[in-house]
């Protein structure tokens, strides 16, 4: 069993930065692909970005190449997104989300592929 929780979000102005932050529970947590996903006001979930064992797994959804940026902490049981040049448009409820691994370069994109999830952090990018 993997415990998620959330921190980081808040109100920020349009062009400004945020950095999140999932902590795990659990002490494989090194053998876990990560995911970010957020859903907006009035939208489906949305997947954000994701990585795998380390950080040379990466990918993000093509709205938040270059301005986002998901990392891990293996040692801390954490995973981070930074976000920059944050959008009105990037408003959500931004949400992590974890499932176990066999395979060190394995990440994955899709809601469905995750088994365990955090409960969210709302974001908020004023104009």
């Known amino acids: 069993q993997v415990q998620l929780v959330e921190s980081g979000g808040g109100l920020v102005q349009a062009g400004g930065s945020l950095r999140l932050s999932c902590a795990a529970s659990?002490?494989?947590?090194?053998?876990?692909?990560m995911g970010w996903f957020r859903q907006g006001p009035g939208k489906e979930r949305e997947f954000v970005a994701t990585i795998g064992w380390s950080a040379a797994s990466t990918y993000y959804q093509d709205s938040v190449k270059g301005r986002f940026t998901i990392s891990r902490d293996n040692n801390k049981n954490t995973v981070y997104l930074q976000m920059n040049s944050l959008k009105p448009e990037d408003t959500a409820v931004y949400y992590c989300?974890?499932?176990?691994?066999?395979?060190?370069?394995?990440?994955?994109?899709?809601?469905?592929?995750?088994?365990?999830w955090g409960q969210g952090t709302q974001v908020t990018v004023s104009s």
């Open positions: 659990g002490r494989t947590f090194s053998s876990y692909a």
């Open positions: 989300a974890a499932r176990y691994t066999p395979y060190r370069g394995t990440y994955y994109t899709t809601q469905t592929e995750y088994r365990y």
